[in-house]
Structure formats: structure tokens, C-alpha cells
């Protein structure tokens, strides 16, 4: 069955680094587009970052665009993302989903934390 698993989050002070990693099992990941998406406390699903199938291609959010950077390496079947000057809005539960029909995300991970202090 499909597998997300992401790893990574923290907790750290405004201006650190953080990278991300999520590992996918049960499916050919270098067929699907990925993206990050994010969850902070008492706010909706929020998309952060996505990755076509081969890594030639990446978008970014506004809010995220030269601090928040999407990678992938097909041959171990991991998503990354490193996160570099991080500011407290960054605060969420982060997860890292698979593409479904260009639209949306079919499967998605359990999500790991990060929390920026100030």
C-alpha cells in the first residue's frame, strides 16, 4: 500500500534551518508530481511547495518562495525540503502528498511538526 513518511520537523528559533524528508513506499515514486503542503494551528490546508516527476520543475508559494526549497531523489524514492531562515508563520504540521490528477493529492503522509520560535 502507499507510504508517506515524512521526518524532520522541530523545534527552532527564527532566522534556523530545517530540512525535511519524506519517504515513499508502495508505488513508482518518480511517475507522480509531489508537493508539501502545510496545517497551521486553526488554519486550513495550505500549499507550500511541489516537484515534477524528474526534479527539473518546482513551484513555491509567495509566502515561501527563496527560504522554503522542494527537492526529490527518484532513486531512494524521498521528497525533501529544506527550509532555510525560518520566521514563526512557518509554524505548522507539515506533510508531504501525492499528485492526483494534477488537481490534488490523492495519499498524504502523517505529518511532522515545526515550530519557529521568536
Known amino acids: 500500500q502507499v507510504q508517506l513518511v515524512e521526518s524532520g520537523g522541530g523545534l527552532v528559533q527564527t532566522g534556523e534551518s530545517l530540512r525535511l524528508s519524506c519517504v515513499a513506499s508502495?508505488?513508482?515514486?518518480?511517475?507522480?508530481?509531489m508537493y508539501w503542503v502545510r496545517q497551521a494551528p486553526g488554519k486550513g490546508l495550505e500549499w507550500v511547495s511541489g516537484?515534477?516527476?524528474?526534479?527539473?520543475?518546482?513551484y513555491s508559494g509567495d509566502s515561501v518562495k527563496g527560504r522554503l526549497t522542494i527537492s526529490r531523489d527518484n532513486a531512494k524514492s524521498t521528497l525533501y525540503l529544506q527550509m532555510n531562515n525560518l520566521k514563526p508563520e512557518d509554524t505548522a504540521l507539515y506533510y508531504c502528498?501525492?499528485?492526483?490528477?494534477?488537481?490534488?493529492?490523492?495519499?498524504w503522509g502523517q505529518g511532522t511538526q515545526v515550530t519557529v520560535s521568536s
Open positions: 508502495g508505488f513508482t515514486f518518480s511517475n507522480f508530481w
Open positions: 502528498a501525492r499528485d492526483f490528477s494534477g488537481a490534488t493529492y490523492d495519499y
Open positions: 516537484i515534477s516527476t524528474s526534479g527539473e520543475s518546482t
